[in-house]
T-cell receptor, first 114, second 111 residues
Framework: GAGVSQSPRYKVAKRGQDVALRCDPISGHVSLFWYQQALGQGPEFLTYFQNEAQLDKSGLPSDRFFAERPEGSVSTLKIQRTQQEDSAVYLC????????????FGPGTRLLVL | DQQVKQNSPSLSVQEGRISILNCDYTNSMFDYFLWYKKYPAEGPTFLISISSIKDKNEDGRFTVFLNKSAKHLSLHIVPSQPGDSAVYFCAAGSTLGRLYFGRGTQLTVWP
């Protein structure tokens, strides 16, 4: 497949559990973004990588959220001690070298925290 | 604060007619703009974009207009088709890379 893939597609977690969400960007894409989309809202920026470097993490809502991209390809978004307000769709997008290049989105991971 | 606003949560249009979706922004630093289309349980799909150096970009049935002085852009779909029914998101970006999204407009195209 040529597109961005994300796994799992759905995740149910009990409050307090840790979760890890995976993103496989389009092959060769240098830039990778994570967004959070709450119900009825547009996607909200979380963090941005260029290759393995995390250049912007200003959107991460708390220190319970952590993202990594150790080899400049696959990325993982980790949420520790999940809370009910973390319930949302987590979207990953990738793009080429220029920050103005179009971002292509994956299908998202729908997280429900009970 | 919402830097990108889509003030119409929904729009209903008859098949064959024009659909016009509107978007306003507040940040003068934005220099490129995109429209995404989203079906339920899928990620946003890129539709069309425009750079701030242009005022119009066209791709088939889709045209985006940019009015920088008014900080306003619009997406025109002509003719509208039932398969166009989806949520449309306006997004804006700058050299920082991150995109700012509006809350979306649900377009329904009825036969």
């Amino acid at each position: 497949g040529a597109g961005v893939s994300q796994s799992p597609r759905y995740k149910v977690a009990k409050r307090g559990q840790d979760v890890a969400l995976r993103c496989d960007p389009i092959s060769g894409h240098v830039s990778l973004f994570w967004y959070q989309q709450a119900l009825g809202q547009g996607p909200e920026f979380l963090t941005y990588f260029q290759n393995e470097a995390q250049l912007d993490k200003s959107g991460l809502p708390s220190d319970r959220f952590f993202a990594e991209r150790p080899e400049g390809s696959v990325s993982t978004l980790k949420i520790q001690r999940t809370q009910q307000e973390d319930s949302a769709v987590y979207l990953c997008a990738s793009s080429g070298w220029d920050q103005r290049e179009t971002q292509y989105f994956g299908p998202g991971t729908r997280l429900l925290v009970l | 604060d919402q830097q990108v606003k889509q003030n119409s949560p929904s729009l209903s249009v008859q098949e064959g007619r024009i659909s016009i979706l509107n978007c306003d922004y507040t940040n003068s630093m934005f220099d490129y703009f995109l429209w995404y289309k989203k079906y339920p349980a899928e990620g946003p799909t890129f539709l069309i974009s425009i750079s701030s150096i242009k005022d119009k970009n066209e791709d088939g049935r889709f045209t985006v207009f940019l009015n920088k002085s008014a900080k306003h852009l619009s997406l025109h779909i002509v003719p509208s088709q039932p398969g166009d029914s989806a949520v449309y998101f306006c997004a804006a970006g700058s050299t920082l890379g991150r995109l700012y999204f509006g809350r979306g407009t649900q377009l329904t195209v009825w036969p």
